[in-house]
């Protein structure tokens, strides 16, 4: 069972920074593959980046060359600094763990930039 809480949402605005956290239970996070999604009101939840558990990053068209996630192992923890964020960039943030077994999800950190 791995548990995973968001913090470091908030509002700002457009231009703005925020750095969002997410911290795993467990002790076999290394090797999990972690991965930052975005909801919407009223629309999907949508990938916005991923740190696989050999290394690998990945990020959406939207947010790359401003977002950069990072993780660390040793603290069970995975992050997304966020800069120059925009109006569009307002969401609920998850974080979602995947690897052995079932996936996991957290419950999600609120982040509003206004213009």
């Known amino acids: 069972q791995v548990q995973l809480v968001e913090s470091g949402g908030g509002s700002v605005q457009t231009g703005g920074s925020l750095r969002l956290t997410c911290t795993a239970s467990?002790?076999?996070?290394?090797?999990?593959?972690m991965t930052w999604f975005r909801q919407s009101p009223g629309k999907e939840r949508k990938f916005v980046a991923t740190f696989t558990n050999y290394g690998v990053t990945s990020y959406a068209d939207s947010v790359k060359g401003r977002f950069t996630i990072s993780r660390d192992n040793g603290e069970n923890t995975v992050y997304l600094q966020m800069n120059s964020l925009k109006p569009e960039d307002t969401a609920v943030y998850y974080c979602?763990?995947?690897?052995?077994?079932?996936?996991?999800w957290g419950h999600g950190t609120q982040v509003t930039v206004s213009s």
């Open positions: 467990g002790r076999t996070f290394s090797s999990y593959t």
């Open positions: 979602n763990a995947a690897g052995p077994g079932p996936e996991y």
